[in-house]
DNA sequence: GAGGGTCAAGTCCGT
DNA sequence: ACGGACTTGACCCTC
């Protein structure tokens, strides 16, 4: 049982609604502040400026969930800020979000923005930011991360999810030095909900699908396709064996991957119709690491109907700077 | 209002 | 050694 329709093919896209000429943005944005500002003031006016903070920002997810709920149904799909509860994970401020007014109050407003999420049948994730290393060597790292994955999985709670396996997904990437091992032992400390909704994606660089393919049995993996691109310039097809393996990781939900593509900024000349070519593009002198910033758009069609492929088997999120605009352009253009 | 420096935290690449 | 990149530039201060 999940907490979405499996029969839909989505295209989703991440964290903040772009504007555009028609969509009155300011109530769908969420705000934030620094520790360091927080800690500048007296202890009420840091108070005071954390609800404003929490109050804004639940309200601003609502609202994005109703927009997200108004799109065309296949394209319902949104990742969720990691700012929501500025300051959630620093030590200085665990104890204003347990004191029973704040829990109550988020128990309440944020199941309601569940209930609308399941309502509109809008598919939701999170994607903990890069501070987040469950893999890590150093144990302090490690246990500051299963913190910040817990607050994560808090969240996800309050909405009403993490009940069953994949209702919602947190995603983050293997990281640290430990690899697929220290990601298996990082899940013994997790609680149940953060297990259910834990899911590993391949990076460009240290940890690829090889290596997320060993964690097949221990949380659903996201295949992100650009990375894999980056990491060995193989465009992977969905028919792949590994295809099927990550797969079987849903254990019968339906996947997501991720879909990202090099900037057109940096591949200023680059033919539209032809998928880059990742050696010759090395040889020419371009970094991996040039490559692997997100464009504005996707601007590749090539590029485009290699990934919209995927979409028989997997939801696809899409990871660019123009947000709902990209997605729904590449929604709207990419026919297979 | 515009512009620039700053921001809790990890890890890697490229220069 | 240091800047940039990553799921995301936003915010605060000064002028």
Redo the contacts with the bound molecule.
């Keep these: 049982m999940t907490t979405f329709d499996q029969t839909i093919n989505r295209v989703g896209f991440?964290?903040?609604i772009q504007k555009s000429h028609d969509v009155a943005v300011k109530e769908l944005?969420?705000?934030?502040?620094?520790?360091?500002?927080?800690?500048?003031q007296t202890k009420a006016k840091s108070e005071q400026?954390l609800w404003d903070?929490v109050k804004q920002n639940v309200s601003a997810l609502y609202h994005q969930i109703q927009w997200v709920g108004a799109l065309p149904h296949n394209q319902r799909m949104f990742?969720i800020?990691?700012?929501l509860l500025?300051?959630?994970?620093?030590?200085d401020w665990l104890a204003f979000y347990f004191q029973p007014d704040m829990t109550n109050w988020l128990e309440r407003n944020l199941l309601e923005c569940g209930e609308l999420a399941r309502a509109l049948d809008v598919r939701l994730s999170f994607?903990?930011?890069?501070?987040?290393?469950l893999?890590?060597?150093?144990p302090?790292?490690v246990e500051?991360?299963i913190s910040?994955f817990e607050y994560h999985a808090d969240l996800a709670r309050y909405m009403g999810y993490g009940k069953t396996f994949q209702d919602f997904k947190i995603n983050v990437?293997i990281?640290?030095?430990q690899g697929p091992d220290g990601i298996k032992r990082a899940v013994r400390s997790l609680s149940r909900e953060a297990r259910n909704c834990l899911t590993i994606?391949n990076?460009?660089?240290?940890w690829g699908l090889e290596h997320s393919l060993e964690l097949v049995d221990t949380c659903a993996l996201v295949l992100?396709i650009?990375?894999h691109w980056i990491r060995t310039g193989e465009y992977i097809e969905p028919d792949d064996s590994r295809i099927l393996r990550v797969l079987d990781s849903w254990r019968g939900v339906r996947p997501v991957i991720?879909y990202?593509c090099s900037?057109e900024d940096v591949l200023v000349d680059h033919d539209t119709a032809t998928r880059p070519d990742i050696k010759e593009l090395k040889g020419l002198?371009f970094?991996?690491?040039?490559l692997?910033?997100?464009s504005d758009y996707y601007w590749n069609h090539a590029c485009n109907r290699w990934a919209m492929s995927h979409n028989d088997w997997a939801d696809i999120m899409c990871?660019?700077?123009q947000?709902n605009l990209a997605s729904q352009k590449f929604c709207n253009t990419a026919l297979v």
Excluded: M
Excluded at 86 to 91: F, K, L, N, Q, R
Excluded at 127 to 133: L, M, S
């Design positions: 991440a964290c903040k944005n969420t705000s934030t502040t620094t520790i360091k500002w927080l800690t500048a400026r903070l990742r800020t990691s700012d500025p300051a959630y994970t620093h030590s994607h903990p930011g890069q501070f987040c290393v893999a890590s060597e150093n302090q790292v500051n991360s910040e990437h990281g640290g030095k994606e990076d460009e660089f240290k992100d650009h990375h991720h990202s900037r002198g970094t991996s690491t040039s692997r910033a997100h990871e660019s700077k947000k």
